[in-house]
Every structure is written in C-alpha cells, then in structure tokens.
C-alpha cells in the first residue's frame, strides 16, 4: 500500500467520523428536550477519560 492511498484511507475515516458526528449532534440538538440529563457531562467524561476508565474495571 502506498502512502498516497493510506493517506486517502485516513482521509476518508475522518470525513465519516465528522459525518456521523455532526449528524449525531444535530439529531440531539434538535431533540434537546428529550435528551437525557447527564448528556451533558459526556464530553468532560470523554476528555478526560473517565468514560473508558469506568469500562474497564
């Protein structure tokens, strides 16, 4: 595999996880009402890795 295409591949990863992201983000958004309260201290769980760290024990 060459470095062109790999680069293509990462490439390509990246634009569907922005894809599904912004895709998950509008759907929850636009249902805000509904969202469940501890959505909100998701992102600080996943920066700071306690979302993983709860998994594995």
Same mark, same amino acid.
């Given at each position: 595999? =060459?470095? =062109?295409?790999m680069?293509?591949?990462?490439?390509?990863?990246?634009?569907a996880?922005d894809? $599904? $992201?912004?895709?998950?983000?509008?759907?929850t958004?636009?249902?805000?009402?509904?969202?469940p309260?501890? $959505?909100?201290a998701l992102p600080e769980?996943?920066a700071?890795g306690r979302?993983? $760290?709860?998994?594995? =024990?």
């Amino acid at each position: 595999m =060459t470095s =062109t295409n790999m680069d293509s591949i990462v490439q390509e990863f990246a634009q569907a996880f922005d894809d $599904l $992201l912004g895709a998950a983000m509008r759907e929850t958004f636009g249902n805000w009402a509904e969202a469940p309260s501890s $959505l909100p201290a998701l992102p600080e769980a996943y920066a700071n890795g306690r979302d993983r $760290l709860e998994s594995a =024990t």
